[in-house]
């Protein structure tokens, strides 16, 4: 991003990390690192939920989904990632966000994608869906992985693997680590 949409682009809110944590209870005893599969629910959530039933209830769900809130929550991500609210869209999940993405990219016949050899298999299907489109689907060899869906492809990419499968064609890159899941303080 350069010229005009670069000066355009608002600075990062700074959050307040103490107050979010103290929103999430599990990391009072544990140390959560699975970010992909289940989330620690905050605090926050309750609140949220209370609103939206006390709304219905009362109202008959006049401010669900209402455009108005749709835009203030755009506008609250913007400030904290440091974006223009236009550019902030949203999605049912993960996977319906990846769609978006992947069907956003200007792929061409012969280009590539790496995945990790770990990656789950939600995260996988938009990937596969352009391989008949002539886009290459490339697995980033991996290590062992106790999780049952990767047992036949491994886990963990080996260092320095993803950037020895990538070539000049190579548009697209998922290989990280498995996530973990929680440990105990």
């Given at each position: 991003m350069t010229?005009?949409?670069?000066?355009?682009?608002?600075?990062?809110?700074?959050?307040?990390?103490?107050?979010?944590?103290?929103?999430?209870?599990?990391?009072e005893r544990w140390v959560h690192l699975e970010i992909a599969n289940k989330a620690p629910v905050g605090r926050f959530v309750d609140r949220t939920i209370a609103e939206f039933v006390d709304d219905s209830r009362e109202t008959g769900g006049a401010e669900a989904f209402s455009r108005d809130r749709v835009e203030v929550a755009r506008a609250a991500i913007a400030r904290l990632v440091g974006a223009r609210p236009e550019t902030i869209a949203f999605a049912g999940n993960t996977s319906h966000a990846l769609n978006f993405a992947a069907g956003g990219l200007d792929l061409e016949p012969g280009d590539n994608?790496?995945?990790?050899?770990?990656?789950?298999?939600?995260?996988v299907f938009a990937w596969r869906y352009l391989e008949a489109e002539g886009v290459e689907v490339r697995w980033v060899p991996s290590r062992r992985s106790p999780r049952p869906w990767t047992r036949a492809r491994g886990s963990l990419p080996f260092p320095g693997s993803a950037t020895s499968s990538a070539t000049g064609r190579t548009r697209a890159s998922s290989p990280r680590p498995a996530a973990g899941a929680a440990w105990s303080r």
């Open positions: 010229g005009a949409a670069e000066r355009d682009r608002p600075a990062p809110a700074e959050p307040d990390w103490e107050r979010l944590r103290a929103e999430f209870p599990v990391f994608v790496l995945l990790a050899a770990n990656e789950h298999p939600s995260n």
